[in-house]
Protein backbone atom coordinates (compact mmCIF):
# COMPACT_ATOMS: atom_id res chain seq x y z
CA UNK A 1 0.00 0.00 0.00
CA UNK A 2 1.52 3.55 -0.96
CA UNK A 3 2.12 5.65 2.41
CA UNK A 4 2.98 9.18 2.00
CA UNK A 5 4.87 11.53 4.46
CA UNK A 6 5.06 14.95 5.28
CA UNK A 7 7.82 16.21 7.57
CA UNK A 8 8.17 18.65 9.31
CA UNK A 9 4.43 18.33 10.63
CA UNK A 10 4.84 21.86 11.63
CA UNK A 11 7.18 24.79 10.28
CA UNK A 12 7.63 28.53 11.40
CA UNK A 13 9.03 30.96 9.10
CA UNK A 14 9.69 34.85 9.33
CA UNK A 15 8.36 36.71 6.42
CA UNK A 16 10.27 36.57 3.46
CA UNK A 17 11.90 33.45 3.50
CA UNK A 18 12.14 30.94 0.93
CA UNK A 19 9.70 27.42 2.31
CA UNK A 20 11.09 24.38 1.49
CA UNK A 21 8.11 21.41 2.33
CA UNK A 22 8.87 17.76 1.52
CA UNK A 23 6.83 14.52 0.18
CA UNK A 24 8.44 11.24 0.45
CA UNK A 25 6.07 8.36 -0.96
CA UNK A 26 7.13 4.45 -0.25
CA UNK A 27 5.88 3.36 -4.13
CA UNK A 28 7.28 5.04 -7.13
CA UNK A 29 4.29 3.76 -9.28
CA UNK A 30 2.45 6.82 -9.64
CA UNK A 31 0.09 8.56 -12.04
CA UNK A 32 0.57 11.86 -10.71
CA UNK A 33 1.43 13.68 -7.41
CA UNK A 34 -1.05 17.14 -5.85
CA UNK A 35 -0.25 19.42 -3.62
CA UNK A 36 -2.86 21.32 -2.24
CA UNK A 37 -3.38 23.82 0.45
CA UNK A 38 -5.56 23.71 3.26
CA UNK A 39 -6.79 27.27 5.65
CA UNK A 40 -8.58 26.18 8.71
CA UNK A 41 -11.88 25.33 8.60
CA UNK A 42 -11.88 24.99 4.66
CA UNK A 43 -11.62 22.97 1.96
CA UNK A 44 -8.55 21.78 -0.14
CA UNK A 45 -7.34 24.21 -2.84
CA UNK A 46 -5.27 22.46 -5.92
CA UNK A 47 -2.04 23.99 -6.03
CA UNK A 48 0.22 21.96 -8.57
CA UNK A 49 -0.14 18.80 -10.65
CA UNK A 50 2.76 16.83 -11.70
CA UNK A 51 2.43 14.04 -14.01
CA UNK A 52 4.43 11.06 -13.67
CA UNK A 53 6.25 11.40 -16.51
CA UNK A 54 7.03 15.73 -15.99
CA UNK A 55 9.97 16.64 -13.25
CA UNK A 56 8.62 19.77 -12.12
CA UNK A 57 5.77 22.51 -12.17
CA UNK A 58 5.94 26.43 -11.60
CA UNK A 59 3.07 28.75 -10.98
CA UNK A 60 4.14 32.21 -9.26
CA UNK A 61 5.97 31.84 -6.81
CA UNK A 62 5.44 27.95 -6.11
CA UNK A 63 7.79 25.19 -7.68
CA UNK A 64 7.30 21.65 -7.05
CA UNK A 65 9.35 18.81 -8.03
CA UNK A 66 9.12 15.21 -8.30
CA UNK A 67 11.58 12.19 -7.87
CA UNK A 68 9.90 9.14 -8.31
CA UNK A 69 13.34 7.13 -8.26
CA UNK A 70 13.80 8.30 -4.69
CA UNK A 71 9.93 8.63 -3.74
CA UNK A 72 10.39 12.69 -3.15
CA UNK A 73 8.49 15.33 -4.22
CA UNK A 74 9.27 18.70 -2.64
CA UNK A 75 7.40 22.05 -3.09
CA UNK A 76 9.20 25.42 -2.73
CA UNK A 77 7.69 28.61 -1.81
CA UNK A 78 9.90 31.95 -2.80
CA UNK A 79 9.63 34.70 -0.74
CA UNK A 80 7.23 33.85 2.38
CA UNK A 81 4.27 36.05 3.26
CA UNK A 82 2.23 36.23 5.68
CA UNK A 83 -1.04 34.71 3.62
CA UNK A 84 0.74 31.48 2.70
CA UNK A 85 -0.14 30.39 6.51
CA UNK A 86 -1.59 27.47 6.02
CA UNK A 87 -1.44 23.66 6.26
CA UNK A 88 -0.26 22.28 2.68
CA UNK A 89 -0.94 18.28 1.64
CA UNK A 90 0.44 16.13 -0.81
CA UNK A 91 -1.52 13.47 -2.46
CA UNK A 92 0.07 10.62 -4.56
CA UNK A 93 -2.77 9.01 -7.14
CA UNK A 94 -2.46 5.53 -7.02
CA UNK A 95 -3.93 4.48 -10.48
CA UNK A 96 -5.05 6.76 -13.81
CA UNK A 97 -8.25 7.31 -11.88
CA UNK A 98 -6.67 9.24 -9.64
CA UNK A 99 -7.53 7.91 -6.19
CA UNK A 100 -5.38 9.95 -3.81
CA UNK A 101 -3.11 8.52 -1.40
CA UNK A 102 -2.55 11.85 1.75
CA UNK A 103 0.41 12.75 3.86
CA UNK A 104 -0.69 14.18 6.98
CA UNK A 105 0.12 17.65 5.97
CA UNK A 106 2.84 20.30 7.13
CA UNK A 107 1.04 23.24 8.98
CA UNK A 108 2.88 26.31 8.05
CA UNK A 109 2.63 29.96 9.90
CA UNK A 110 4.72 32.64 8.33
CA UNK A 111 5.09 35.85 10.99
CA UNK A 112 5.38 39.01 9.80
CA UNK B 1 -18.77 26.96 -13.00
CA UNK B 2 -19.51 26.56 -9.64
CA UNK B 3 -17.13 23.56 -9.67
CA UNK B 4 -17.75 21.03 -6.80
CA UNK B 5 -20.61 21.71 -4.32
CA UNK B 6 -21.39 20.16 -1.19
CA UNK B 7 -24.79 20.17 1.05
CA UNK B 8 -25.20 20.82 3.86
CA UNK B 9 -22.11 22.68 5.49
CA UNK B 10 -23.01 21.36 8.66
CA UNK B 11 -25.08 18.55 10.27
CA UNK B 12 -25.68 17.22 13.58
CA UNK B 13 -27.64 13.21 13.82
CA UNK B 14 -28.18 10.89 16.42
CA UNK B 15 -26.83 7.69 16.56
CA UNK B 16 -28.79 4.96 14.36
CA UNK B 17 -30.15 7.97 12.19
CA UNK B 18 -29.23 8.09 8.06
CA UNK B 19 -28.60 11.09 5.80
CA UNK B 20 -27.26 11.86 2.73
CA UNK B 21 -24.44 14.46 1.81
CA UNK B 22 -25.30 15.73 -1.42
CA UNK B 23 -22.00 16.06 -3.94
CA UNK B 24 -22.46 18.20 -7.57
CA UNK B 25 -19.98 18.69 -10.08
CA UNK B 26 -20.52 20.92 -13.51
CA UNK B 27 -17.48 20.38 -15.11
CA UNK B 28 -18.70 17.32 -17.13
CA UNK B 29 -15.73 15.06 -14.75
CA UNK B 30 -15.97 11.15 -14.94
CA UNK B 31 -14.09 10.44 -12.12
CA UNK B 32 -15.69 11.55 -8.16
CA UNK B 33 -14.78 10.79 -4.68
CA UNK B 34 -15.32 11.01 -1.15
CA UNK B 35 -12.69 11.57 1.55
CA UNK B 36 -13.41 12.06 5.59
CA UNK B 37 -10.96 13.88 7.17
CA UNK B 38 -9.86 12.98 10.77
CA UNK B 39 -7.14 14.97 13.35
CA UNK B 40 -4.13 12.59 13.66
CA UNK B 41 -5.55 10.31 10.20
CA UNK B 42 -5.42 13.00 7.31
CA UNK B 43 -7.91 12.45 4.54
CA UNK B 44 -8.75 8.48 3.45
CA UNK B 45 -11.02 7.87 0.38
CA UNK B 46 -14.61 6.44 1.19
CA UNK B 47 -15.83 5.35 -2.52
CA UNK B 48 -15.62 6.64 -6.02
CA UNK B 49 -16.81 6.36 -9.26
CA UNK B 50 -15.31 6.37 -12.30
CA UNK B 51 -18.54 7.46 -14.68
CA UNK B 52 -22.28 7.08 -13.99
CA UNK B 53 -22.98 3.68 -12.85
CA UNK B 54 -19.90 2.42 -11.49
CA UNK B 55 -18.94 2.47 -7.87
CA UNK B 56 -16.06 1.38 -5.97
CA UNK B 57 -15.00 0.93 -2.43
CA UNK B 58 -12.04 2.98 -1.25
CA UNK B 59 -10.06 2.36 1.81
CA UNK B 60 -12.87 3.05 4.81
CA UNK B 61 -15.90 2.38 3.08
CA UNK B 62 -18.16 0.26 5.98
CA UNK B 63 -21.30 2.49 7.08
CA UNK B 64 -21.38 4.49 3.92
CA UNK B 65 -23.38 3.45 0.32
CA UNK B 66 -23.01 5.35 -2.57
CA UNK B 67 -24.68 5.59 -6.12
CA UNK B 68 -23.84 7.52 -9.33
CA UNK B 69 -27.25 7.85 -11.50
CA UNK B 70 -26.02 10.98 -13.59
CA UNK B 71 -22.20 12.80 -14.60
CA UNK B 72 -22.46 15.71 -12.06
CA UNK B 73 -24.32 13.98 -8.90
CA UNK B 74 -22.43 11.87 -6.79
CA UNK B 75 -24.69 11.56 -3.26
CA UNK B 76 -22.56 9.53 -0.27
CA UNK B 77 -25.27 7.78 2.57
CA UNK B 78 -25.01 7.04 5.81
CA UNK B 79 -27.29 4.25 6.15
CA UNK B 80 -27.09 4.33 10.36
CA UNK B 81 -25.05 6.74 11.76
CA UNK B 82 -22.42 6.49 14.05
CA UNK B 83 -20.24 8.77 16.94
CA UNK B 84 -17.28 7.29 14.87
CA UNK B 85 -18.68 9.09 11.92
CA UNK B 86 -18.23 12.54 13.17
CA UNK B 87 -15.89 13.83 10.72
CA UNK B 88 -15.42 16.41 8.05
CA UNK B 89 -15.66 15.01 4.47
CA UNK B 90 -14.66 16.08 1.05
CA UNK B 91 -16.00 15.31 -2.10
CA UNK B 92 -13.96 15.53 -5.27
CA UNK B 93 -14.16 15.43 -8.95
CA UNK B 94 -11.50 15.19 -12.16
CA UNK B 95 -10.64 14.31 -15.45
CA UNK B 96 -8.60 10.59 -15.86
CA UNK B 97 -4.95 11.15 -14.47
CA UNK B 98 -5.98 15.07 -13.97
CA UNK B 99 -6.03 17.57 -11.65
CA UNK B 100 -8.21 17.18 -8.43
CA UNK B 101 -11.53 19.58 -7.37
CA UNK B 102 -12.43 19.36 -4.04
CA UNK B 103 -15.59 20.97 -2.78
CA UNK B 104 -16.20 22.81 0.48
CA UNK B 105 -16.80 19.94 2.75
CA UNK B 106 -19.18 18.99 4.82
CA UNK B 107 -18.91 18.77 9.15
CA UNK B 108 -21.06 15.89 10.39
CA UNK B 109 -20.91 15.56 14.55
CA UNK B 110 -23.03 12.54 15.59
CA UNK B 111 -24.15 12.37 19.53
Known amino acids: KQEVTQIPAALSVPEGENLVLNCSFTDSAIYNLQWFRQDPGKGLTSLLLIQSSQREQTSGRLNASLDKSSGRSTLYIAASQPGDSATYLCAASTDSWGKLQFGAGTQVVVTP | NAGVTQTPKFQVLKTGQSMTLQCAQD?????MSWYRQDPGMGLRLIHYSVGAGITDQGEVPNGYNVSRSTTEDFPLRLLSAAPSQTSVYFCASSRTTGEQYFGPGTRLTVT
Open chain 2, 27 to 31: MNHEY
